[in-house]
């Protein structure tokens, strides 16, 4: 399992649509589910992946936290998109 976390001037709704396409059923390919407003949850293969993130402040950076379990790579490559 690994936890990362990462700032970006991505709103927190566009980063939870990115982590949508990158890990759901068009992307990585799994079951998504929404946990709350601000975290997703992504299921399948033995794994999961939790994107999670943070209102900003005005004019502050969104903050992203990802836990991954079984797809640390997938979950560390999709971080350095929002870069």
């Given at each position: 399992m690994i936890n990362l976390g990462a700032e970006t001037k991505?709103?927190?709704?566009?980063?939870?649509?990115?982590?949508?396409?990158?890990?759901?059923?068009?992307?990585?390919?799994?079951?998504?589910?929404r946990d709350s407003?601000?975290?997703?949850?992504?299921?399948g293969g033995g794994g999961h992946v939790s994107v999670t993130v943070?209102?900003?402040?005005?004019?502050?950076?969104?903050?992203?936290?990802?836990?991954a379990q079984e797809w640390e790579r997938d979950a560390t490559r999709f971080l350095a998109k929002l870069s």
């Amino acid at each position: 399992m690994i936890n990362l976390g990462a700032e970006t001037k991505l709103s927190p709704d566009e980063v939870l649509s990115r982590a949508s396409q990158f890990f759901g059923p068009t992307g990585v390919g799994l079951a998504e589910r929404r946990d709350s407003d601000g975290c997703l949850t992504f299921i399948g293969g033995g794994g999961h992946v939790s994107v999670t993130v943070s209102r900003p402040a005005a004019g502050g950076m969104t903050d992203v936290a990802v836990q991954a379990q079984e797809w640390e790579r997938d979950a560390t490559r999709f971080l350095a998109k929002l870069s």
